[in-house]
């Protein structure tokens, strides 16, 4: 089955890594997505077996370079038990509240999502993983931050109007490239108080 394969694949073992000039294990399949203390839930109908975890950032991070791009905080794959190796995907980005440039910070999400569609998504050597069809793909951004902001204060104005901007932007993801499938996905945004935020695959 896909997911047993992507849990038991080699690149996606846990890896040492230096942190704080200490060594600490960093794990790339994970149980929960969760990061600065937010998480994503995961309806609770869903079964372990039925989906995988992969901390893209993580990932990116084990084979560190030069150039090491940056990813999003979650890859989430769901299987679809009606339908045998059919998938639904979701790429969550969970952004913590601080004080960093908003431009800054809008720049940051979309080079998160950018580059692990295109370096990620589309690596030849994980293409038997995800070069499919997919019944369903999601791209969603868990933040604190309200769009719709009324607020007196130009800050919250500001940042307000740059995240409104950020959900104009769409990516292009190339679902088979032999058949020439593409789609055109935008950043859908959630608050952090979403409940079973991913969910079943239909």
């Not at 203390?37 to 995988?52: F, N, R």
């Not at 990516?171 to 593409?182: A, D, G, H, M």
């Amino acid at each position: 089955m896909l997911l047993q394969r992507i849990k038991e694949d080699i690149r996606f073992a846990p890896y040492k890594a230096k942190e704080n000039k200490l060594e600490v294990e960093r794990s790339i399949i994970q149980t929960v997505c969760c990061e600065n203390g937010i998480c994503a839930e995961i309806d609770s109908t869903i079964l372990e077996e039925d989906y995988v975890i992969i901390k893209v950032d993580s990932y990116f991070q084990k084979f560190k370079s030069d150039s090491t791009p940056k990813g999003v905080d979650c890859l989430i794959l769901v299987r679809n038990k009606a339908v045998n190796e059919r998938y639904c995907l979701h790429l969550v980005e969970l952004k913590k509240e601080d004080s960093s440039n908003v431009k800054s910070k809008v720049d940051d999400v979309i080079e998160k999502f950018g580059s692990t569609i295109n370096l990620f998504l589309r690596e030849k050597s994980l293409a038997k993983y995800f070069n499919r069809i997919f019944e369903d793909v999601q791209l969603v951004l868990v933040t604190k931050v309200a769009i719709d902001s009324k607020s007196n204060r130009r800050d919250e104005l500001l940042e307000a109007k740059a995240f409104r901007n950020l959900l104009n932007h769409t990516f292009e993801i190339s679902l088979n490239p032999v058949k020439r499938t593409k789609i055109l996905v935008s950043i859908q945004m959630k608050p952090h108080t979403t409940k079973n935020m991913v969910s079943s695959c239909k």
